[in-house]
């Protein structure tokens, strides 16, 4: 995002746009242009304001590719480092993890179960490690996530999750992403949990880009879980492009079986990077 303003701190325009685009450089200094005051737009010309931004963005685009990467090697001398599970087997350290199945298997329900047992470093039913948790809904409402965080602490037999809410029912991720990033930065080592990708509204789910897009946001986090969907005819499969499976790191398949008013759960692990594959669970 790049921002205009006076001295006084009076913003006159901002956007958000490649910085490498002079189409959409030359918009902002145009709006900048307009909304100066008639003698200050006498003195600073349109090309004046235009080429100041022309600046700005090139010395922002090489001092953030000097400063963001270094070429570096690994010490083979130095203690070898370990991948630490948070949720064993479906939730690593510096992993992102995708959990599919169709509508209505309980999907929402065991993320949830999951956001409390890290929350808590419970070792059942699946041993943890405990973490700050922040669990990102853009599908539940507040009143339904509520009644399911009591159901579970009850059946836990614990009296609190710890697990920290972001409510973003009807909002994209484009625009919570800043106060997930800020969580992130707060709560170093933390595990964001998101309900679900469908929901997150950055584009078409069969586009590379919206899957890259999504990717790339998630893994600027430290350790991430996310649900998804499958499509109608295939429910062994997620829907949309094939850039969620090759971003994630733990692709885990749940299949549900209803029963009366119980609902059997089968957990599967399809997709892993550096780890073992771990049995099914029912």
């Given at each position: 995002m790049v921002a205009v303003g006076l001295e006084d701190g009076t913003p006159l325009a901002f956007d958000e746009f490649n910085l490498k685009r002079d189409r959409d450089r030359n918009h902002l200094a145009g709006r900048v242009h307009k909304r100066l005051g008639a003698i200050d737009s006498t003195t600073y010309s349109s090309?004046?304001?235009a080429q100041d931004i022309d600046t700005l963005c090139l010395w922002v685009l090489a001092n953030w590719e000097q400063r963001s990467f270094k070429v570096e090697r690994f010490d083979r001398n130095g203690t070898l480092p370990q991948l630490q599970p948070f949720l064993k087997p479906y939730i690593y350290d510096g992993m992102g993890s995708i959990l599919f199945a169709p509508p209505g298997q309980g999907k929402s329900y065991i993320l949830q179960i999951m956001a409390i047992c890290v929350a808590n470093g419970l070792e059942f039913p699946w041993p943890c490690v405990p973490a700050p948790v922040l669990y990102a809904s853009f599908e539940r409402t507040k009143r339904t996530l509520e009644i399911r965080e009591r159901n579970i602490c009850d059946s836990l037999g614990i009296t609190?999750?710890?697990v920290d809410y972001l409510h973003a029912r009807g909002h994209s991720l484009k625009a919570v992403a800043p106060?997930?990033?800020?969580?992130?930065?707060e709560n170093p080592g933390c595990v964001v949990l998101l309900d679900s990708i469908t929901r997150v509204g950055?584009?078409?789910m069969v586009e590379d880009t919206t899957?890259?897009?999504?990717?790339?946001?998630?893994?600027?986090?430290?350790?991430?879980?996310?649900l998804a969907h499958t499509p109608k005819a295939d429910s062994t499969t997620?829907?949309?492009s094939m850039g969620y499976e090759a971003g994630e790191d733990i692709g885990i398949h749940l299949q549900g079986e209803q029963r009366g008013n119980s609902l059997g759960i089968k957990l599967e692990m399809v997709k892993v990077n550096d780890i073992k594959k771990a049995p099914a669970e029912y």
């Amino acid at each position: 995002m790049v921002a205009v303003g006076l001295e006084d701190g009076t913003p006159l325009a901002f956007d958000e746009f490649n910085l490498k685009r002079d189409r959409d450089r030359n918009h902002l200094a145009g709006r900048v242009h307009k909304r100066l005051g008639a003698i200050d737009s006498t003195t600073y010309s349109s090309m004046d304001v235009a080429q100041d931004i022309d600046t700005l963005c090139l010395w922002v685009l090489a001092n953030w590719e000097q400063r963001s990467f270094k070429v570096e090697r690994f010490d083979r001398n130095g203690t070898l480092p370990q991948l630490q599970p948070f949720l064993k087997p479906y939730i690593y350290d510096g992993m992102g993890s995708i959990l599919f199945a169709p509508p209505g298997q309980g999907k929402s329900y065991i993320l949830q179960i999951m956001a409390i047992c890290v929350a808590n470093g419970l070792e059942f039913p699946w041993p943890c490690v405990p973490a700050p948790v922040l669990y990102a809904s853009f599908e539940r409402t507040k009143r339904t996530l509520e009644i399911r965080e009591r159901n579970i602490c009850d059946s836990l037999g614990i009296t609190d999750s710890h697990v920290d809410y972001l409510h973003a029912r009807g909002h994209s991720l484009k625009a919570v992403a800043p106060k997930i990033r800020e969580y992130a930065k707060e709560n170093p080592g933390c595990v964001v949990l998101l309900d679900s990708i469908t929901r997150v509204g950055l584009g078409k789910m069969v586009e590379d880009t919206t899957a890259n897009a999504f990717i790339d946001e998630m893994n600027s986090l430290n350790s991430w879980i996310a649900l998804a969907h499958t499509p109608k005819a295939d429910s062994t499969t997620q829907y949309g492009s094939m850039g969620y499976e090759a971003g994630e790191d733990i692709g885990i398949h749940l299949q549900g079986e209803q029963r009366g008013n119980s609902l059997g759960i089968k957990l599967e692990m399809v997709k892993v990077n550096d780890i073992k594959k771990a049995p099914a669970e029912y």
